[in-house]
Every structure is written in C-alpha cells, then in structure tokens.
C-alpha cells in the first residue's frame, strides 16, 4: 500500500505544480485551491508511504514523479519544448529511480 501512496503523493505533486503555474498566470481563487490542495494531498501521501518506505526511496520517488509529470504537463497543456534533448533527460530521471528501487 506505501506505493499505491507514493504513487499519489506523485500524482498530486504535479497538480500541486499546476496549480503553482497557473497562479503565476491568473490569480484567482480557483488556481489557489488547486495550487493548496494538490500540495496539501501530496505531502499528506507522502508522509503515509514514508511509514514504510525508506526516506531517501520516498523522496526520489516523490520529486521524480513531480519532475517528469510537470515536464510532461508543460510539454502537453503549456506549449513548452519538446525537443529530443528534454525527452532523453526525462529518460534519465525514470532510470535513476528505477536503479534505486531496484539496488534497494
């Protein structure tokens, strides 16, 4: 169950992130509550899957997730690059965290 929890805390760690962006853009109340809750959520799964998991796991995880999900949501929704160099990097990431679960 601590990765189903991780696996959220990812999850709402990049609508955390979309929020962030879109109250850069807007500043309404809306952008605001995504913004909150989808931290709010994120750290709250996080601190669930960190009962069992290791600290240095969860974190890689977590922020690994973040990062390749707000890349992937500003490549989709937010018109950013899409260049080759930004989607081999992406590749990188996902390897790093899948060499530490595996040496874990």
Request: hydrophobic letters at 55%; aromatic letters at 14%.
């Amino acid at each position: 169950m601590a990765w189903v929890y991780l696996i959220l805390a990812g999850a709402f760690e990049v609508v955390g992130v979309t929020g962030m962006n879109k109250v850069s853009r807007h500043k309404d109340m809306q952008s605001y509550i995504i913004l909150f809750l989808g931290f709010l959520l994120s750290f709250g799964f996080l601190s669930m899957g960190m009962e069992t998991l290791p600290m240095g796991m969860a974190y890689a995880v977590w922020t690994g997730i973040g990062t390749v999900g707000g890349v992937v949501i500003g490549m989709l929704f937010y018109e950013e690059s899409k260049d080759w160099k930004r989607i081999l990097f992406i590749g990188f990431i996902l390897t790093a965290v899948l060499g530490l679960k595996l040496t874990s």
